[in-house]
T-cell receptor, first 114, second 110 residues
Framework: ETGVTQSPTHLIKTRGQQVTLRCSSQ?????VSWYQQALGQGPQFIFQ???????GRGNFPPRFSGLQFPNYSSELNVNALELDDSALYLC?????????????FGSGTRLTVV | QKEVEQNSGPLSVPEGAIASLNCTYS??????FFWYRQYSGKSPELIMS????GDKEDGRFTAQLNKASQYVSLLIRDSQPSDSATYLC??????????FGTGTRLTVIP
């Protein structure tokens, strides 16, 4: 059984650019959630995907968008990057109907916007 | 208004002591409660979950839940230097996603 994998591990982008982050879910998990964790803060919910459709969204602007593919892998896209987008981006997978088991997080992508 | 609140610390305890971490959550229908441990520069790791009022023990860890007081805590017995990390409290409300607190930084002093 494989865990949740994210790529890349680190990324440096310039303000105004666009970025795509990738996540492969743990085997058998059909739900992917994305979180943003700024330095010294707890993870903030961005959105969740279930069976390729968005299934809930946090307080993030539309320039944060996502996709989930038939194999349950997922992408997070951020357009028009701002300095405040610098953070650790975490992907978590779960069984949607078994949310009580909590999430398995990937190792994260550290994004730095300069 | 924050959904989940934790004392950011830092909390320092001597090796072998009991570390007590606390979390309160807002007045909503809450369903599941989780404690995650996060080492510096790493992603959160699930260590405990609790759903019913009372205590739940797993090795040196005990989670305590009081829904009437909207309070959940984590006790770490016989604290070890390797327990030094940030501990995140997470709550699942009606939706199938988690709300996290800001975390409490714990340092165990040898």
């Amino acid at each position: 059984e494989t865990g949740v994998t994210q790529s890349p591990t680190h990324l440096i982008k310039t303000r105004g650019q666009q970025v795509t982050l990738r996540c492969s879910s743990q085997s058998g998990h059909n739900t992917v959630s994305w979180y943003q964790q700024a330095l010294g803060q707890g993870p903030q919910f961005i959105f969740q995907y279930y069976r390729e459709e968005e299934n809930g969204r946090g307080n993030f602007p539309p320039r944060f968008s996502g996709l989930q593919f038939p194999n349950y892998s997922s992408e997070l896209n951020v357009n028009a990057l701002e300095l405040d987008d610098s953070a650790l981006y975490l992907c978590a997978s779960s069984f949607r109907l078994l949310g009580d088991y909590g999430y398995t997080f990937g190792s994260g992508t550290r994004l730095t916007v300069v | 208004q924050k959904e989940v609140e934790q004392n950011s610390g830092p909390l320092s305890v001597p090796e072998g002591a009991i570390a007590s971490l606390n979390c309160t959550y807002s007045d909503r229908v809450s369903q599941s409660f989780f404690w995650y441990r996060q080492y510096s520069g790493k992603s959160p790791e699930l260590i405990m979950s609790i759903y019913s009022n009372g205590d739940k023990e797993d090795g040196r860890f005990t989670a305590q839940l009081n829904k009437a007081s909207q309070y959940v805590s984590l006790l770490i017995r016989d604290s070890q230097p390797s327990d030094s990390a940030t501990y995140l409290c997470a709550v699942r409300f009606r939706a199938n996603n988690l709300f996290f607190g800001t975390g409490t930084r714990l340092t165990v002093i040898p």
